[in-house]
């Protein structure tokens, strides 16, 4: 096994400098309507998904069937006297595409409290795991375990006409929502709590019973899970955790299955990881400066992270080239409850400083703060300090946004999907035939 490593890695890193290479001199040769540098660039840009529930824009950011942010945290029901969206009538609106009215969003909860009941082997399937185990690892496997109840998939294994297979995935996508902030919570309590569990109270919404269970019952809190599962729901069809719901589910496996998969993808760094990232780096450059650092210390920390070949993390997105709308809404939040907040104002510090020195590098298309760059903050000031599940957190907001995708998905009896692959050698072919017809 050591020769194979060896032979293996003296292979590979010829093959990624010739790649490389290719890339530069080739990169613009077009192959139909893509280039050589699209493939290499993970398709960015490239139309390839039908997604119904959001688009992303570049310069406008995300919106939901139409709607942006702003607007969402005007026009959706609120519970009364309340200042933040109920997510829950964010899903009927990715779902009918329409605004829901309050008794709309009334019924959605009282469906998912009925529906909220965890199967006993589930919890059972999360405790024989070592109490060290990530919390985005239980979360994928608590999700996992409860698959035994797929409607979906008892009704494909009894036969079901085609034309129906988006009645059964209606069903799963309910219970599966109904029941995640109940799978979630236990996580928290078991990993960061000594297994000192909170029954749901049922005369909570979705996301302030969510808090509840969590051990956080303060009304500010209830706020803020409102906003926070409303704006991380969905990020349009091509993200990994959105796409990889989409992939997976398009071969017919029920949503249990394609939600796993899906939270395996957010739980990578380059995704919803992120966030507990932001965190770290947070706290990394106060212990460096030891008080509160000044915006001269924080850009000479930020320079000193990319000299040592590190991203700021919280900074850049694939797609949009602004400001994330998300991170404006939780920076709009902090003004109102935590304006004096030490950390928070780092992140404020953060943001005046850093886009100018990362557009400096000219390496950077996008130097602005994405959503992750806020919530963490947002998060530690009331005292919900475990990085590690946060990602659980974006994943049960998440799931909103993907299943009302999968369920459109069944709907429309979208195929299979499967793209065209080709090794690099035809790939030199292809473009050396093309140069030759030039």
Do not use: C
């Amino acid at each position: 096994m050591v020769q194979l490593k060896r032979k293996f890695i003296e292979k590979a890193q010829p093959l990624s400098a010739e790649i490389r290479q290719f890339v530069k001199e080739n990169g613009n040769v077009a192959l139909g309507s893509f280039t050589v540098e699209d493939i290499y660039a993970g398709q960015k840009g490239i139309i390839g998904l039908l997604t119904e529930t959001s688009l992303l824009d570049a310069n406008e950011g995300i919106r939901f069937r139409g709607y942006s942010i702003p607007e969402l945290r005007e026009k959706l029901p609120k519970v009364p006297g309340g200042t933040e969206p109920l997510p829950e009538g964010l899903f009927y609106l990715m779902v009918l595409g329409e605004l829901p009215t309050y008794e709309d969003v009334l019924e959605i909860q009282e469906t998912w409290r009925e529906r909220a009941d965890v199967p006993k082997h589930v919890f059972e399937t999360l405790d024989a795991l070592p109490i060290t185990t990530h919390p985005m690892t239980q979360f994928s496997i608590g999700i996992m375990a409860m698959q035994t109840d797929s409607v979906f998939a008892k009704a494909y294994r009894e036969g079901i006409n085609k034309k129906d297979y988006w009645d059964p995935t209606y069903e799963d996508v309910i219970n599966l929502l109904a029941r995640l902030p109940r799978i979630a919570a236990y996580i928290y309590r078991r990993t960061y709590k000594n297994g000192d569990h909170i029954a749901p109270n049922p005369e909570l919404d979705w996301a302030a019973n969510f808090a509840h269970m969590l051990g956080y019952d303060q009304n500010e809190f209830y706020k803020l899970m409102r906003l926070y599962l409303t704006i991380h729901a969905d990020h349009e069809g091509g993200n990994v955790s959105a796409h990889t719901t989409h992939l997976v589910g398009s071969a017919l496996s029920d949503p249990y299955l394609a939600f796993s998969a899906s939270m395996n993808g957010l739980a990578g760094p380059l995704h919803g990881l992120a966030n507990q990232e932001v965190v770290r780096w947070l706290n990394e450059l106060r212990e460096e400066i030891g008080h509160s650092p000044s915006k001269e210390e924080i850009a000479n920390y930020i320079k000193e992270t990319l000299a040592n070949g590190k991203v700021v993390p919280g900074y850049g997105h694939a797609v949009l080239r602004k400001t994330d709308p998300r991170f404006v809404a939780q920076q709009e939040f902090a003004k109102t409850y935590m304006p004096d907040d030490a950390l928070v104002n780092i992140v404020w510090n953060v943001y005046e400083v850093a886009p100018p020195i990362l557009e400096g590098t000219g390496k950077i298309k996008n130097p602005w703060p994405n959503v992750d760059a806020h919530s963490g903050a947002l998060l530690l000031h009331y005292g919900l300090n475990e990085y590690d599940f946060y990602t659980v957190l974006f994943g049960v907001s998440r799931a909103l946004g993907v299943m009302a995708s999968l369920l459109w998905d069944r709907a429309l009896g979208l195929p299979i999907e499967r793209p065209k692959s080709v090794t690099f050698e035809l790939l030199k072919n292809l473009v050396e035939a093309k140069k030759a017809k030039a």
